[in-house]
């Protein structure tokens, strides 16, 4: 098989004794819960497929690469652990060469109800990071040759990323040490306001003056930003603060479907004449359209199509938000801790169980590059959407070692 990752059939903290020094959840298989589905494509199709992904850096701009519970009645119990298991064997086979990974996000309940406390966003990295460490397939992502040499040498990079900013409190420093930890991307706010800014929960309201120097020192840091969850002003204003490009790195378009989690197209397009990128997002119920309200890969590449036709094809990818497991179960389970019924909108839709075509971190790629390639678009710009992009941004966004003459102290 081409572009083989090399996977030694490492399993999360086999370090470590289970039922002894952790408790033992019965997880779930890194195979799809629901029906296979593969985009049909020739045998041809398929030839090509394979050999755009061995060609080209794939990466996936938003997922959750963590295996839960098989009960999602232990859900919280088993998050107040502080131990996400990754899905390395699944991984093996996702075709993908770095990946964005959100960690607990605000499920990182360990010690409060409401999440996004800093000592349980230290201790989820922390415990995932020691885990990390354990394996060789998947490498920190901490720089653009990182991502590099995963490719070339069959493993993956995993950066590590945060949706919101709450947890920084009024500390701007924390921003530096969550970059010394090797954080490279993160987010706002979540769905409510914090400190720096307004999340999609809120009506009104835009980046606070801190959020700015936020903005400020995530620039100077190298760190990337993100505003998916943040609401529209928010959005633009952190777009017009930034003096550099930005992703929105799950979304889509809300002229397709109106809901407050989806960008309308002021914001889209203030992205993208920055230089940034927006990838478009496939949990569950998400990127639905009026034309496709039964949620699978057709509506999701239809919120993709509507953003690359809006401000061209350099300025679209993909971020799936996927994880391994019942992922409608665990928006039940969790609907208020992630602000579900906030980011619904009103427009009906037809529930499903799962999103056909995009189940799981490792089985999406290989299906959204099928799509692509069923769908006439040309092996340059397969490549630009699967990773071309999002590289470009991070030239510029993330500090590069090699090059430490830049900075305001070294005009
Ligand atoms: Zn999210």
């Known amino acids: 098989m081409i572009n083989e990752k ?3 059939g490492y399993e999360s903290y086999q370090y470590l004794e289970a039922g002894v020094d952790f408790k033992k959840f019965e997880l779930v298989k890194e195979t799809t819960l629901f029906p296979d589905y593969i985009v049909p494509v020739s045998q041809e199709e398929e030839a090509r497929v394979q050999r755009l992904m061995a060609e080209n850096i794939v990466i996936s701009l938003h997922e959750h690469l963590f295996k839960a519970p098989v009960n999602l009645n232990e859900f919280l119990e088993f998050r107040r652990w502080g131990r996400d298991f990754t899905g390395y064997e699944g991984m093996a086979r996702s075709r993908l060469d770095c990946v964005f990974d959100n960690l607990m996000n605000g499920t990182a ?15 989820d990295l922390g415990m995932r990071l020691s885990d990390l460490a354990h394996q060789d397939m998947m490498i920190l992502g901490l720089t653009t040759d990182d991502i590099r040499r995963a490719k070339a040498n069959g493993q993956i990079a995993f950066v590590a990323s945060i949706e919101g900013a709450g947890m920084i409190e009024n500390e701007l420093d924390r921003l530096d040490i969550l970059y010394g930890f090797g954080v490279r991307c993160m987010g706002i706010a979540y769905s409510e306001g914090n400190g720096l ?8 309201g835009g980046l606070t003056a801190f959020g700015k120097q936020a903005v400020r020192r995530m620039n100077k840091l190298g760190m990337a930003i993100d505003v998916s969850h943040s609401n529209d002003q928010t959005s633009l204003d952190t777009i017009e603060v930034s ?49 496709n309200p039964l949620h699978n890969i057709e509506s999701f590449m239809e919120h993709f199509e509507y953003c690359a036709n809006l401000v061209g094809i350099d300025h679209v990818s993909f971020g799936p938000d996927t994880l391994f497991g019942d992922h409608v179960g665990i928006h039940t389970a969790l609907s208020e801790a992630l602000s579900l019924s906030a980011s619904k909108g009103t427009n009906a839709f037809e529930h499903v169980k799962f999103v056909e075509g995009l189940e799981n971190p490792a089985d ?48």
């Not at 630009?384 to 500090?399: A, F, H, S």
């Open 6 to 8: 090399k996977y030694r």
């Open 109 to 123: 309940m360990i010690t409060s109800r409401g999440g996004w406390k800093w000592d349980d966003i230290l201790y």
């Open 197 to 204: 800014g307004m999340g999609l929960k809120e009506p009104s």
């Open 364 to 411: 999406c790629f290989p299906n959204i590059v099928r799509w692509l390639v069923k769908h006439g678009y040309s092996d340059q710009d397969i490549a630009k959407v699967i990773g071309g992009n999002t590289m470009r941004v991070l030239e510029q966004v993330w500090w590069d070692p090699k090059k430490q003459g830049h900075g305001p102290n070294h005009q």
């Open 243 to 291: 003096d550099k490009p930005i992703f929105i790195t799950h979304a889509g378009a809300r002229a397709l479907w109106d809901t407050n989690r989806l960008k309308p197209d002021d914001v889209i397009k203030a992205c993208a004449a920055k230089g940034g990128v927006i990838a478009i997002e496939a949990a569950p119920h998400t990127t639905l359209t009026v034309k």
